[in-house]
């Protein structure tokens, strides 16, 4: 089962506990996600109020970039860098929202490797920089390594066996 996305709580419905530089949100509903919610070393002199109200003051802003969320995707241009490495975060970062990458399976360990522009990812790595879109969807589209700048023609309907 997918665990939904945090929604605006009141303190009887969540368990407050700090990090060094945020705060722990649980909600009591197991079928809602827990947050970890990135405030700063201040998290420490905040009242469980002030962090459930900043908390809840990010789930509106969430919820009004979603409403106004016009659905037009980036794509950077063959040639351009697609991904940054972030200082910040110390992790590999996407420039838009569509990534035109190749996966090999060439590794000594086994693992697969994921080539975005000439950057090579492990699985860790190229996890990681999926999750700087986490709670949003992705759609993924396979194409033989050639096509990979393309847009291909989608159909919707079952496969027929012969194609698989």
């Known amino acids: 089962m997918r665990i939904k996305k945090p929604r605006h709580a009141a303190l009887d419905e969540v368990k407050i506990s700090r990090e060094d ?7 009591a509903d197991p079928t809602i996600s827990t947050t970890h919610f990135k405030i700063g070393r201040q998290v420490r002199q905040m009242s469980d109020q002030t962090i459930l109200n900043m ?10 970039l979603a409403a106004e969320y016009e659905n037009i995707v980036i794509e950077i241009p063959p040639g351009q860098p697609q991904i940054k490495h972030s200082e910040r ?9 569509v990534l035109r990458c190749f996966i090999e399976d060439g ?16 699985l860790g790595e190229f996890g990681q920089l999926l ?10 589209t396979f194409v033989p390594d050639n096509l990979v700048e393309e847009e291909p023609e989608v159909e ?4 027929r066996d012969e194609e698989r």
Do not use: C, K
């Open 21 to 27: 530089d945020g705060a722990v949100i649980e909600f």
């Open 55 to 64: 908390f809840n003051d990010m789930i509106s802003a969430r919820d009004q």
């Open 89 to 97: 975060s110390d992790q590999w970062v996407p420039r838009g929202d």
């Open 107 to 122: 590794r000594p360990d086994g693992e697969m490797t994921i080539y975005i522009d000439d950057q090579e990812l492990s």
């Open 131 to 140: 999750l700087t879109h986490a709670g949003w969807g992705m759609r993924i």
């Open 156 to 159: 919707v309907r079952e496969p």
